[in-house]
């Protein structure tokens, strides 16, 4: 094993490996801060350049790219309320929140740091047990999911300050939005009016842009108000207080890393997932949940480390059984392929140097983070000094055209105007906007979990409860659920 | 003055000459009805990536998804036919119509040539008690409804595959009700976890898994064995059927597009069919390659439409 890793050193540390890990790094940086560009594109737009790479600098500029893209994703997320990745728009209104009272380099320095650990979480997870995980993560089916996504419902019913009532109604509408298209288990177009647009139903991308950006922009023009004065004219040392930060939120990001890994293995669900329960779990244990929603760190802390841990974490079913745990695993499973690496134990039996090389490089793509993460950081609080009346016309026509290149249709730039009309007019009337988006992310899988968990049991829905880690997640489920009416019983009790 | 209009004449001429004489002349859109990563991604991309190097102009791969394939497909057919827009569809086109899902049909598009078929295999898992398929048709005949399959959407291929199969030797597809997936390896998943019993899917998809020792093939639903199992039987051999079926993808064009222009994409694209390149691209994937020029690629959907159409209706799946 030891003789497998220094061959593996010396397949990584190679002048060439090195070019290639840093080139896509910058890549990946790139375009996880541009809106509407996602780290599954970064992986698709590598692949064709992967043709004519060797197997180890390969896949080094896959997993380095992602890693980079899901860390700036936060930060349009934090300067200007637009999340570069959907992983980020968990704690975007956070962050941003954080930027108006002036502590913008807390919330990108939170976001650059955690990433990092969280990252190297994962890896040193798949390092030490990735065969062993992976075999367990097959175990779980239909039931568990679908308690996992309800839990991650009722997780954001909690997200943010405003009422229950009025998360819930935002919550419904997202799931409303979900039910369109054809993508639903019977196959069956709803929604769609005869159009052939619908029927692809709304994708996330132009709705969670539109939702966020769109609205801002709105309500900048109607208000008129120059929100981020003063406070935010400089941004200092991104790393100053990360040290005390990690000794007051140890509990934190080690339950963010680890949820983050645990939900990057199953498979199905990824870096997104993970940010929204992680985030929603951090104001469940927090001591101070009241803070959550006004630009407190806490949350920050959890989710940026659970989105990157998640990011390992899917790599492991991948390795062990060719099984994506994430849409970046999906097309990094082709490139395995085409380099002759072939998914499967025989990948760890045969040509260990090559498995323990993607390792190495999962760490070295979470240390250079830091530098890299911190230099992005530099150039983008440029973007806090330019005047909103440019700014905003720009951030505008950049959601355009995020917007058109998801899918390249026009019918994504009328998705992000009118769900930013929507989102503004849901905003101004106190209905917290992350609640739909969460329903759009997670509406399709609960309804397809549920649906193929009752064709499998003939429609006896005892089996929800009869599993064993199905029950488990039932009850944590229906203890979330129905801790305020337990809370509301309790104060009755007392003053009667 | 007329020196002027003059060499604009000719400048306009030049323009106009070389525009007709050598398409392409700025770069060419191939859109893929499915998402990143998947098969039809992947095939799409070598093949823009190898007409790029035959044409010297740039083939761009977009994906529009959704829809189960219908936004994309519609895409394809609608755009300018001019040849500057071309499309990777699949077995879908010939199926998604019967069902009522669009009015689109393989007659709706110009097609370039058929570049890949993929036949649909039988996988249960390793430790099944069933050696062949006989064992495990008898197995769900004797007990309808207890056993699952999936391994894609409602009404997809490989749905239709085994649903036909069962139909072709006497058994009520709906004794194995399918359970919808959003793919194979979902469905792969879900076989290993105890979830489903059985999975028809592509040898490809599965490949991982059987080499991983969790997953069994019991036969192919094609003439011959795939090149990466040789040893697996065919329907013929086990039951005497000729019960074939297959996911194919064949480079179209929206219809009508200039004949000059379809010719040169032609021959190009048999080239590339041709190259080292192309096959030893789809061989370490584990794809088939099979191929067909415009007319025979057209003769070749049309019989797979017919085909599959009196399948999806056998089956009840048709509207």
Redesign the interface.
Known sequence: MLHAYAQAFALVFDPYVLTVILCSALFGLFVGCIPGLTA??A??LL??IT?FMPPVPAVAAIVTATAMAIFSGDIPGALLRIPGTPASAAYTDEAYAMTKKGQAEIALGAGLVFSAIGGLFGTAVMMTSAPALAEIA?????FEYFWMVVLGLAGAVFIGNSSVLKASISLLLGLLVACI???N???H?RFTFGN??L???V?LIPMMVGMFAVSEILRYMVHMEPPLKLATEHIGNVFKGMWRLLKKYPWPLVRGSVLGTIIGIQ??SGADMAAWMSYAMAKKFSKEPEKFGTGHVEGIVEAGAANNSALAGAWIPAL?????GD?IT??A??VL??K?M?????LFINNPQNIYAIFLVFVLANLIMLPLGWLTIKLAKNVLRLSRDILMPTILLFCIVGSFAI???VFGVALILVFGLLAFVLEENGFPVAPAILGVVLGQMME?NF??SM??S?GDPSLFFTRPIAMGLAISTFIILLWPVFGWAWRKLRTA | MKTIFKVAALIAALVAGSAQAQYPNRPVQLIVPW????GT??TA?IIG?LLEKELKQPFNV???????G??GH??IARAPADGYTLGLITVEIAMMHH?G??ALKPTDYTPIGLMNADPSGINVRTDAPYKSVKDLLTAIKANP?KF?A?GT????IWHLAIAGLLKDQGIDPGAL??????GA??G???L?????EVVPCSIPEA???I????VRPLAIMDANPPALYPKLPTLKAELGTDWQIAAWRVIAAPKGIPADVQKTLGAALKKVYDSSEYKE?MA???YGTVWADSDGAAKFMAAADANLGAALKAVGLAK
Do not use: C, H
Not at chain 2, 35 to 38: I, S
Not at chain 2, 177 to 182: I, K, L, R
Not at chain 2, 211 to 214: L, R, T
């Open positions: 599954t594109m992986t698709a692949v064709p043709f097959l175990q779980f089916s239909d298209g054809l993508d288990p019977a196959g177009p052939a647009e029927t692809g139903g994708s498979p199905g062990v059984f060719g099984i994506p849409s999906a097309i499973i082709g392929y085409l002759g072939n998914p499967g134990p025989t899918n390249n249709t397809e649906i193929k064709i499998k003939d | 998402g990143a990563g998947g991604d992947a991309r990536a977009v994906n529009r998804t959704g829809g189960s219908v936004v519609d895409a069902v899902l669009t409804g699952k999936s959407g409602q009404g997809g009700p399918w359970v919808p997936s959003q390896a979902p792969l998943q879900d290993v976890s105890g979830g489903v490949r991982a898994m080499d991983a020792g969790k691209f370490k994937q584990g």
